[in-house]
């Protein structure tokens, strides 16, 4: 049966495209109650095609690849699923199915009406923001990923200002404002590679920015992507839009937005240097990404530690996060770095990077929407007045606190995996620096995290009024995605082999001193 | 010195004023105005350059539509937001503008730096362009070799619609869109959204069908067709209809809709998802472009009609 699916695997790609797009269009038309019930159908099937996907490149031990139309590149457009790709398709879909079953309860069609703003939009957007999460982690064409990076903002933006609050509609106006800006520089920078290269296609870029002395295009067009893709994902100095945006939205879509749609493009920058140009990855871009990185991981604890409001909290938390992933680019291109056998001798700090990405989805996902139900059940979200929540609310704040756990990078989970590879990466390459951006992350990470627990789990005090009861499911929900967050950590580093397939990291940065 | 580069070095003279214009303006309808006619002259330079498909987006989406929802939404700012102060300080101005020019300095080297002759997919395209049955190579690349973009972008509108009606304010759900305010009829405007869409429903339905062959296509005459709508409703002849529609909302995914499901077909038929069989490559492409220019002309039209309404919103505002 496992040898079929590699057989199909072309099919499982396009299904993995279409599927939510089709699913879109029908829950358009239809609307109202349907709307929901079609999103909610979608949930299962798309989670077993990235898991087809995912068992597919795993057993064939080899990426799955398709031409669309049957044009081969550089004429026609392919797609293409690895590894790391099938991971992140699969992270998305988890994601999905958790936040569409956490928000059945929010986004309901109020009885006697037949159709309403926010479920209408909320559930279209849901599958819109699949489609386009999952068109960029096929994409192999970089015209193609510029398209799939639209989709991805008009299905993420609108999302931000579904309360229509006017401050959270602010707030969308700049998320708007710093992607647009983003989508353009990565344009640009598209165009430029098609003008020196004439193909847009990735393997093919790749063997002929490696084959031919090095251009000057092909260095301006990757500053300009990663500049464009860096205000995407929100990286210290960029991060800006980031806390008003994801703190503003409704829990859902915070844990959506949060989880996801950042890493998509902190993908492309990883496909541009590692796939696209890996001899350009000098030692020294890759120390500027990283310190950049080691900014958003010390600046995002402060500033996460000063907050008054819970989700603004978790949202700082996020910028913080976001700067683990680059740390990746100095550890993977250093030179000293020591392959591990059992990662079929990739350098370990390429499996730490791809496990801080799915662990910090699962676990950040949980946080916010345990957050939305503090939130709820208490009427506000200040940390301030969290006090006694946690005998309120226990298994909520269970979830919380192990959520928690892996952001901190604590055993056995998967947020210790992910910090540990890469302090031991940085330790091999003798760039100790990093090491003490990572320790200095952890604790601050803790510190906040203290903050809000300690306050919660505060025996003084009258017990808080809630304002509304909590439903058992949803914290089931939360409950269950925090602790895969924390079950990654357990699982064997050799079963995380599937992250290396159809990918060669161990030439990357020899082009350059 | 030739009569083109004559007309070349006005043209490039004209945008770089009209530039200036559009930023230095001390009113947001004066910045508009320039920008609208800085986008028409862009135009012209696509059509010099000999890239007419180009030159037809820019004029109807870039200059047209894009100039429209500036206009409204200058003319909707209250008087005072338009008096106060410009929003940003000098300096970041300043750093603005130093960006920008860093920018477009960069690119203007490295454009100048770029292997000539270019490597160009033009040959291939050429070459191939006959198993789809169509002569205009734009087209071709549109529609059959990289026709996942164009299903994907007509996606993207629907998207934007979503999003837009998700700004409905209360009790605005499920109305008709409010954000044009139409003008009293008996002036200039209704004789203009009387005379002109026969004509304009015409020439975009002729941008469609010519498409195949010629410059043109469903994008270029959904935007006409669109542009005529939005005439109608500028000027009172035409009502949004109401966002609950189905019919509305079957229009909109009718050419994304149709595509997908040829391409799906084409599996089987064809081989590959999003192929054609070469014996029905027309005749399908045909009937695709034409439901994507119904679903552009509907989807545009929208996103300027914005968000539904109340209907009494429009009389609590000025």
Known sequence: MLSNLVAGG????????????????????????????????????????????????????????TDLGGWAPPLGVALRADGLSAIMLLTTAVVMVAVGLFARADFQVPPGTTESRAPFAFWTLLLALWAALNAVFLGEDLFNLYVALELLTF??????????????????????????????????????????????DIGQLAARIGGDPLEPAALIAAALMTAGLLAKTALFPVHLWLPPAHAGAPAAASALLSALAVKASFFLILRIWFDVMPELLAQMAAQVLAALGAAAILFGGVLALRQARLKMLIAYSTIAQIGYLFLI?????????????????????????????VSHACAKAAMFMAAGLIAASLGHDRIRDLGGIGRALPMTLFAFGIAGMSLMGLPPSGGFMAKWLLLLAAMQCGQWWWMLVILAGGLLTGAYLYRVLATALSTQGPSPVLVKPVDRSREW?????????????????SSFSLIQIGRDVSGIGVGLP | MSAALIVDLGLTLLILGLGVWTVAARSNNGAVVGYIAYGLLVALVWVRLAAVDVALTE????????????????????????????????????LAGFLSAAVAGGLAAVVLLLPDPAPTLAPSVAANLPATGLGNPVTGV???????????????LVFAIIGVWSLAPK???????????????????????????????????????????????????????????????????????????????LMLVAGPALFLTVGIAGIWLAGAFLAY??????????????????????????????????????????
């Open chain 1, 10 to 65: 072309d099919r499982l790609l396009v299904l993995a495209l279409i599927l939510p797009v089709a699913s879109l269009m029908l829950a358009f038309v239809l609307g109202g109650r349907h709307a929901e019930r079609i999103a909610l159908a979608t949930l299962p099937i798309g989670l077993a095609v990235a898991v087809a996907i995912a068992a597919a490149v795993l057993h064939g031990d080899a990426p799955l690849h």
């Open chain 1, 155 to 200: 299905a993420a933006i609108p999302l931000v200002c579904l309360d229509g609050r006017a401050q959270t509609l602010a707030a969308a106006l700049r998320y708007l404002v710093f992607a647009l800006l983003g989508s353009v520089l990565y344009l640009l920078g598209a165009a430029l590679l098609y003008g020196a290269y004439g193909t847009l």
């Open chain 1, 329 to 357: 680019f100095p550890l993977v291109a250093s030179p000293e770095t020591a392959p591990l056998a059992e990662l079929r001798n990739a350098p370990g700090a390429w499996t730490g990077g791809a496990l801080q990405l």
């Open chain 1, 477 to 493: 929900v939360v409950l269950g995605l925090a602790l895969i967050s924390v079950l990654l950590g357990l699982v064997p580093l």
């Open chain 2, 59 to 94: 004029a109807a989406i870039g200059s047209g539509l894009t100039g429209l929802l500036l206009l409204g939404v200058a003319t909707r700012l209250p008087r005072s937001a338009r008096l106060t102060r410009p929003p940003t300080g000098l300096g970041t101005r300043l």
């Open chain 2, 142 to 156: 549109l529609i059959a070799f990289r026709a996942i973009d164009t299903l994907l972008e007509s996606v993207v």
């Open chain 2, 171 to 249: 009790d605005g759900w499920g109305e008709r869109p409010g954000w044009l305010r139409p003008a009293p009829l008996g002036s200039a405007l209704t004789l203009l959204a009387q005379l002109l869409p026969p004509i304009g429903i015409l020439v975009g339905i002729h941008l469609f069908w010519t498409g195949a062959t010629a410059p043109g296509g469903a994008f270029q005459g959904g935007a006409v067709l669109a542009a005529m709508w939005v005439l109608a409703m500028i000027a009172g002849l035409a009502r949004p209809p109401a966002v609950s529609r189905r019919w509305l909302r």
């Open chain 2, 277 to 318: 069989p070469v014996a029905y490559a027309k005749p399908l492409i045909l009937v695709i472009e034409a439901a994507l220019t119904l679903s552009i002309a509907a989807a545009l039209g929208l996103l300027l009609a914005g968000p539904p309404e109340h209907p009494s919103a429009a009389e609590r505002q000025p």
